[in-house]
Nanobody
Framework: QLQASGGGLVQAGGSLRLSCAAS????????VGWFRQAPGKEREFVAA????????TYADSVKGRLTISRVSAKNTVYLQMNSLKPEDTALYYC??????????????????WGQGTQVTVSS
C-alpha cells in the first residue's frame, strides 16, 4: 500500500516535498515513480527511482527542479520540488512496481498506486 502526502498551495518559485510511504512487505528490487495529472490532461510521468540501485529518471520538464530520493529505513520515497511553476499544478501520484521497471516512464510498468496528493502553484 502506498500513501502519498505533502501536497499543498504554494506560490510560483516556491518549494514542496512530497512523500510516498510504502507499507507491507516490499522487494529490494523495484521501481517507485511519480506521475501527475492536471485537469483536462492525461497523466504524465514525472520521475522514478530504482529502489535498489538508486538510479533515477526524470521528465524533461522537471529536470533541474525536482529531485527524487529514497530512505530505505523509512520505506519512503521523496519528491523535492523546487522553483515550482503554475504548470506544475496537478494531482501527484506515486506508484511502485513489483520488480525493476524496464520502462519507468510508462504507467503500465507499475503495479501499485497511491491515492494522490494535490499540488497547486499560484502565479
Amino acid at each position: 500500500q502506498l500513501q502519498a502526502s505533502g501536497g499543498g498551495l504554494v506560490q510560483a518559485g516556491g518549494s514542496l516535498r512530497l512523500s510516498c510511504a510504502a507499507s507491507g512487505r516490499t522487494s529490494s528490487r523495484h521501481t517507485v515513480g511519480w506521475f501527475r495529472q492536471a485537469p483536462g490532461k492525461e497523466r504524465e510521468f514525472v520521475a522514478a527511482i530504482d529502489w535498489g540501485g538508486g538510479g533515477t529518471t526524470y521528465a524533461d520538464s522537471v529536470k533541474g527542479r525536482l529531485t527524487i530520493s529514497r530512505v530505505s529505513a523509512k520505506n519512503t520515497v521523496y519528491l523535492q520540488m523546487n522553483s515550482l511553476k503554475p504548470e506544475d499544478t496537478a494531482l501527484y501520484y506515486c506508484a511502485a512496481s513489483r520488480s525493476v521497471a524496464a520502462t519507468p516512464i510508462r504507467g503500465a510498468s507499475y503495479d501499485y498506486w497511491g491515492q494522490g496528493t494535490q499540488v497547486t502553484v499560484s502565479s
